[in-house]
Nanobody, 118 residues
């Protein structure tokens, strides 16, 4: 049973914007910490943003450029990415967990490619 489904990836020039969305089951959306990760070729996967009921987390590399939000009407978690840079190129994954940003994440989406050209 698929729990998380991402959409919204694509290709954009440097300086452009993209918006990623993650549709979650109601059970997961209402109870879990939701996050966005990315993994570029040859690099480790990193959490770029996460959102709980009490706040948000952003990696230093994306602060002031990316915004994570929840849409409670649609059970979706969105990642608005502005001022994109070539180094933002990666496969982006939605995830859900209960152990904090640096803990274990229990559910993962299939990933969506983001490519930023210079």
């Amino acid at each position: 049973q698929v729990q998380l489904v991402e959409s919204g990836g694509g290709s954009v020039q440097a300086g452009g914007s993209l918006r990623l969305s993650c549709a979650a089951s109601e059970r997961i959306f209402s109870s879990y910490l939701m996050g966005w990760f990315r993994q570029a070729p040859g690099k480790e996967r990193e959490c770029v943003g996460a959102i709980s009921r009490s706040g948000t987390y952003y990696a230093d590399s994306v602060k002031e450029r990316f915004t994570i939000s929840r849409d409670h009407a649609k059970n979706t978690v969105n990642l608005q990415m502005n001022s994109l840079k070539p180094e933002d190129t990666a496969v982006y994954y939605c995830a859900a967990g209960t152990q904090g940003v640096h803990g274990r994440w229990d559910y993962w989406g299939q990933g969506t490619q983001v490519t930023v050209s210079s």
